[in-house]
């Protein structure tokens, strides 16, 4: 073999040996941008998975904003109504107690009127419940300066009444003419404590005590029938 044949050969081995060299770095350019497409995928797969779920927790963050707002404006819209509600009843309860004045309230035109006689009936029903209620042989009775003459008119006759009803000795009953009930209200007296009239019995030890005034028992009386106040103004009961 001459120095032509070893040449031709050598270079055919180079040829070769680039052209494998090149093959394999093909190989390996497509190999590693196959790898590059796939890790920029995941990649890009997983930032768009960040950015759901980022969007979704502030979706849902809006979400609970809104049910947050609306339950609060639902809550405000209750109290209002509830508000409008109560003042309607107290309206309504501050309309009864101004009746109550028109009970008590005396007209002197001649010493004891036709109104007078009336309550002074009533003032006796008071004093014969409270007796009952006592069931005490000596009283102690406080009513308001207004109505000490009618109270003192009406006493023995109350005294009867309850001796009959409870089959007992006629109880002593004592005024308390230095502690009276507060007046009647007045735009003098707004703030002051008033009372639209009836009377307090308490035992002499003041350990038992009777509130038998109108103010009292209309207290009892609004709150025993409330819920039915209710239903009639707003058709259902509200506790």
């Known amino acids: 073999m001459n120095d032509a044949d070893v040449s031709k050969q050598i270079q055919q081995m180079v040829r070769f040996i680039r052209q494998e060299a090149e093959e394999k ?104 419940q409270s007796l009952l209620r006592l069931k005490e042989p000596a009283v102690l009775l406080r009513c308001r300066k207004d109505d000490a003459h009618l109270v003192e008119s009406a006493l023995e006759s109350a005294k009867e009444d309850y001796a009959a009803k409870a089959n007992v000795h006629p109880p002593d009953i004592i005024i308390d003419h230095k502690v009276y009930l507060p007046p009647a209200p007045s735009h003098h007296h707004a703030h002051g404590p008033s009372c639209s009239g009836g009377v307090v019995l308490a035992s002499i030890d003041g350990k038992i005590v009777c509130e038998n005034t109108l103010d009292a028992r209309l207290d009892v009386a609004f709150r025993k029938k409330l819920p039915e106040i209710r239903k009639s103004l707003y058709g259902q009961v509200v506790a």
């Open 25 to 128: 770095a093909n190989e390996i350019s497509i190999s590693a941008e196959e790898e590059f497409n796939i890790e920029k995928l995941q990649l890009v797969e997983a930032e768009k998975k960040k950015i759901r779920q980022e969007y979704e927790r502030k979706e849902k963050q809006v979400e609970i904003r809104k049910k947050i707002e609306y339950s609060m404006q639902l809550n405000a819209s209750r109290i209002k109504v509830l508000q409008a509600q109560d003042d309607l009843v107290n309206s309504m309860k501050e309309a009864a107690a101004k009746e109550l004045l028109n009970v008590s309230h005396h007209h002197h035109i001649l010493n004891i009127t036709h109104h007078d006689h009336e309550y002074k009936h009533l003032l006796k029903e008071l004093i014969v």
